[in-house]
């Protein structure tokens, strides 16, 4: 779970993705892994990719609930679902919700000792995936582990993981989510069964949205945000929280406009983000890495050099590190950004 997911749910009430009993718009992911757990022949690790909150970390705990719940494949109730589906009022749901079914484990970012979201995944609690591999399942033989996300893993962290994913033991189950596969390790990729998300419609991130913000949110605002989500209910569920939509609006009208920069635009851009709760800064960031992994996958014309994106998405994402950990000013870091981003888009002189 990302940081900016994390926050999300903090502002908008959502629930988290071990609460979530419905998955939107990918019944067809659902389904191939219904058949390879029924088979008898599941693979112990699998790498659920694609961008960021179209429901990867969702789908991991489905069929992570399905598993612990019925863990014999071969039984008729097995055999006769349609779908990963297991009621909520289900032991095993209920457990999984409330953190505390001892044969799940889940790796995640964790709070520091100042209270702050770690930038990875700690390695100690990587390392903690053997010792839990190693000792016999509690209830019905299967041990499984959530991996939220790989992208997450320091080098360490990574190094940790595959010992793991080379050995693993029997009736053990390996969900690794993550946002960019191509840059996991290879030799972590390599014993993976890969399993690709697509980007979410319209119509799935509005129906998302509006189970996961209830009965009191704004039809007109929820549809607004999905047509605007590029795919990702993550991304709209950011937009609907607080002036975060608008904020999307500039930043869109800005962007537009590179390489040329609108002086008095970003002077507005940088008050409205000063001070503001940290949704709004993370719904900021989202929306501008959004724009540079579009041109990074050739996704617009605007750009033709791959290796500026690359050296700008690094740049930017460093300093907004900076800018949260030390809770900096973040008007300047606005003009930085756009800065960044100007010089990434001029035309080289020949």
């Known amino acids: 779970m990302s940081a900016a997911a994390t ?25 191939t892994l219904l058949d390879a757990y029924r088979s008898g022949h599941v693979p112990h690790a699998w790498l659920i990719g694609g961008e960021r909150g179209i429901g990867k970390a969702t789908l991991a705990y489905r069929i992570a609930r399905f598993v ?3 863990p014999n494949p071969a039984t008729r109730e097995v055999q006769a679902a349609k779908s990963l589906d297991v009621p909520p009022d289900h ?33 100690d609690d990587v390392r903690r995936a053997v010792p839990f591999f190693g000792s016999t399942a509690g209830e019905g033989g ?9 992208d997450e893993l320091n080098a360490a962290g990574a190094n940790a993981l595959l010992k793991v994913v080379e050995e693993p033991p029997q009736r053990a189950l390996l969900l690794l989510v993550c946002h960019a596969p191509g840059r996991a390790l290879a030799t972590i990729r390599s014993r993976c069964r ?53 904020l999307h ?3 869109t009208t800005l962007l537009d406009k590179l390489p040329k920069l609108d002086q008095r635009a970003l002077h507005t851009l940088g008050d409205s983000l000063s001070g503001t709760e940290p949704a709004t800064f993370a719904a900021f960031m989202d929306t ?25 998405w690094e740049k930017i994402n460093r300093s907004a590190r900076e800018v949260e950990v030390f809770n900096l000013d973040r008007k300047p870091f606005v003009f930085a ?14």
């Open 68 to 70: 612990l719940a019925y």
């Open 7 to 31: 926050e999300v749910e903090e502002a908008a009430e959502t629930p988290h993705p071990r609460e979530t009993a419905v998955l939107f718009g990918h019944a067809e992911a659902d389904r």
């Open 91 to 123: 032991p095993v749901a209920r457990r999984i919700a409330g953190q505390a079914h001892s044969d799940l484990l889940v790796l995640e970012r964790t709070l520091n000792d100042k209270g702050k979201l770690r930038q990875d995944i700690a390695v």
């Open 194 to 246: 890969r399993l690709a998300l697509r980007p979410l419609s319209p119509d799935d991130i509005a129906k998302a949205a509006a189970a996961a913000l209830g009965k009191s949110a704004d039809a007109t605002e929820i549809r607004a945000a999905a047509e605007a989500a590029d795919g990702s209910v993550e991304r709209a569920l950011m937009f609907l929280s607080g002036s975060a939509l608008e």
């Open 249 to 251: 609006k500039q930043l």
């Open 288 to 312: 501008i890495n959004a724009w540079l992994g579009t041109h990074l996958a050739g996704g617009a014309g605007k750009i033709t050099r791959i290796g500026p994106v690359a050296e700008a």
């Open 337 to 350: 950004v756009f800065d960044a981003l100007s010089e990434t888009t001029r035309e080289p002189v020949e």
């Open 142 to 150: 299967w041990r499984v582990a959530i991996v939220d996300a790989v």
